[in-house]
């Protein structure tokens, strides 16, 4: 089951600015349902389209992103899991390399 999560906070800008979601799509040149998709946080805008929020509004572009914090999860991060499996198969490679030059030579 996926778990929806808040990846952007263009919804709490429009309120701290009290700007609608109609206005904001007058101005990105974008459908009023794709700005409240945004604000819904169904579908994500693309970075020039936050650049251009962030421009807007002239404000940091981080402040339209929710903040990430990993301190609460268990277990390795995923990066050194992948790179784990890499070198397990890289040996397992070496290994099979290894026993048909074996076959091959005898």
Partial sequence: ?????????????LDEFNFSQK???IFLQVS???VSRWCR???QPDLMKIY?????FRIDMLR???P??????????PYKLYLEGKIR???????????VKKLVLN
């Avoid at 089951?1 to 800008?13: A, E």
């Avoid at 251009?52 to 807007?56: H, T, W, Y």
């Fill in 1 to 13: 089951m996926i778990v929806k999560q808040r990846l952007n906070r263009i919804s709490i800008i």
């Fill in 23 to 25: 206005d904001l799509a």
């Fill in 32 to 34: 009023t349902n794709t």
């Fill in 41 to 43: 946080n169904i579908n």
């Fill in 52 to 56: 251009e929020i962030a421009r807007f």
């Fill in 64 to 66: 339209l992103f929710e």
């Fill in 68 to 77: 990430t914090s990993w301190e609460n999860e268990n277990g390795s991060p």
């Fill in 89 to 99: 198969m890289m040996h397992a490679q070496r290994k099979s390399t290894k026993k």
